[in-house]
C-alpha cells in the first residue's frame, strides 16, 4: 500500500445495526481513506467526490488530490495512482480496456485501464462532472457549462458540440451524462430541455421541454435525471414531472407523466417495476407502464442517492450519511447508523448482500449485509 494513505480494515466483528433484536445488520468489512490531503479546500471539494467504476477485482476512483486510482476490491490497497491535471469530480467510464473522464480544469483524459499511462488528454471549457459516453469510435460528455461535446475515442480530436438552446450556461451538480436512445444521443440541459441528436454529425433530431416555474432559473429547472432500457425512455428534471415513452417504429410515445421530481435517474427492475429517489425525500416503486405507485418510504432525513438493486434488494445512501437495505416490496432490512458525511453517489453492489459506498469526506466502506437471527 502507497506511503501517506491513511487505511485500516474492519474486523468482521465491527457492525452499524440499528436494533438489537434486528434480524439483518449491515457490517463494514473494511474503510479507507481516498484523500491524502486536510486542508479546507479539498475537504470542500469532497462533496464532489464522484463514484466507483467496478472491472473484474478492482475498481477505479478519483481522489480529491488529482489523482485516478485502481484499487483492490478485496481490501481497498492501490494498484496504480496517476495525477491528473486537476481533481476529477466526474464518474470514469470504462470502455474496450480505456478510461474515459475528465477533471476540475476542462480536460477530458483517455488512460490504459491496465498500467493508468495517459493515452490522450484535450483541453476545452468548464468542470467535468458527467460521466462521458463511450460507444464505438465515438466519445460523448457533458460540461458544467451546459454542452454536448463529441470526440474521437482513440484520438481524443474533436467532433462537433450543441450548447443549450436556451442560451443558459450554469448546470446543476450531476453525474448524470448523455445517453443512447433509438440510436441517438440524448441530453438534459439546464434550462431543463431534453434533447435528441445525431450520433455522428450533431444534428438536433428532437426536444421536450421540462421547463416549470421561472424558465430563466437555471438551477430550478435542470433536467439530468435520464434513464433508458430498451423500449422505455424516463426523464424528470429537478422541479417538474417526471415523463415516460415507449419506443415505436422511428418514433416515440407519451405513456404517462407524474409530478414526481428526480435529482438522480430512476433504477429500472424486472416484472416492469422501477425505482427511484424523489426530490420530497421518499424511496418509491412505481409500475414502469402506468405509473402507479406500489411502495413508498420516507426518509426522516436528507435525500436518497440512485437506488441500486440486486436480486433481492434495494441499497440507497443518504444525503444524512446513512445507508438503507429494502426488500423489494418495500420492507426496511437493516440501515447504519449516520456516518457523518454525506452520501451523494448510489452504493456499487459487488452481490447480493455486498456494497460499496463512498462518502463526502473521501471514506471508502465495503458495507455487507448480514443475517443475524434465523
Known amino acids: 500500500m502507497k506511503k501517506g494513505i491513511f487505511s485500516f480494515i474492519f474486523a468482521s466483528t465491527f457492525s452499524l445495526q440499528i436494533a438489537s433484536a434486528a434480524e439483518y445488520q449491515i457490517f463494514g468489512r473494511w474503510l479507507q481513506e481516498i484523500s491524502r490531503t486536510e486542508n479546507a479546500l479539498t475537504r470542500f471539494q469532497r462533496v464532489d467526490l464522484a463514484g466507483l467504476v467496478i472491472e473484474g477485482k478492482d475498481f477505479f ?19 496504480w495512482e496517476t495525477r491528473l491535471d486537476g481533481p476529477s469530480q466526474s464518474s470514469w467510464t470504462f470502455y474496450n480496456g480505456t478510461l474515459y473522464g475528465g477533471d476540475t480544469r476542462g480536460n477530458i483524459y483517455a488512460l490504459n485501464a491496465t498500467n493508468g499511462k495517459i493515452k490522450w488528454r484535450t483541453t476545452t471549457k468548464g468542470v467535468f462532472f458527467s460521466k462521458p459516453l463511450v460507444k464505438g469510435e465515438q466519445l460523448w460528455v457533458m460540461n458544467s457549462l451546459g454542452s454536448l461535446q463529441s470526440y474521437e475515442a482513440e484520438t481524443g480530436r474533436f467532433l462537433w458540440q450543441q450548447n443549450d438552446p436556451a442560451n443558459i ?44 416555474g421561472t424558465a430563466s432559473s437555471d438551477s430550478f429547472n435542470d433536467l439530468k435525471a435520464i434513464t433508458v432500457s430498451d423500449a422505455d425512455l424516463f426523464a424528470s ?67 436518497g442517492t440512485q437506488v441500486a438493486l440486486s436480486k433481492s434488494n434495494l441499497w440507497v445512501g443518504s444525503s444524512a450519511g446513512e445507508v438503507f437495505v429494502f426488500s423489494l416490496d ?25 456494497a460499496l459506498v463512498i462518502s463526502s469526506k473521501a471514506n471508502l466502506r465495503r458495507l455487507s449485509l448480514v443475517k443475524t437471527k434465523s
Do not use: C
Open 237 to 303: 428534471s429537478f422541479n417538474g414531472n417526471l415523463r415516460v415513452w415507449q419506443s415505436t417504429s422511428g418514433s416515440k410515445k407519451l405513456l404517462w407523466e407524474k409530478k414526481i421530481s428526480l435529482h438522480t435517474p430512476l433504477t429500472i427492475g424486472e416484472n416492469g417495476m422501477i425505482f427511484l429517489s424523489a426530490r420530497d425525500g421518499t424511496i418509491q416503486a412505481l409500475d414502469s407502464k402506468t405509473g402507479f405507485v406500489k411502495w413508498q418510504y420516507q426518509l426522516l432525513r436528507g435525500l
Open 169 to 212: 450556461t450554469t448546470s446543476l451538480w450531476s453525474f448524470q451524462g448523455p445517453v443512447f436512445f433509438q440510436n441517438l444521443v440524448l441530453a438534459g440541459f439546464p434550462s431543463a430541455i431534453l434533447q435528441a441528436f445525431d450520433p455522428i454529425n450533431g444534428k438536433a433530431i428532437w426536444n421536450e421541454s421540462f421547463q416549470a
Open 330 to 354: 418495500g420492507k426496511l432490512i437493516s440501515k447504519t447508523n449516520d456516518y457523518q458525511a454525506a452520501i451523494w453517489n448510489a452504493p456499487v453492489l459487488l452481490n447480493d448482500n455486498e
Open 61 to 79: 476512483i478519483a481522489s480529491p488530490d488529482g489523482t485516478l486510482q485502481k484499487r483492490d476490491l478485496s481490501a481497498g490497497f492501490i494498484r
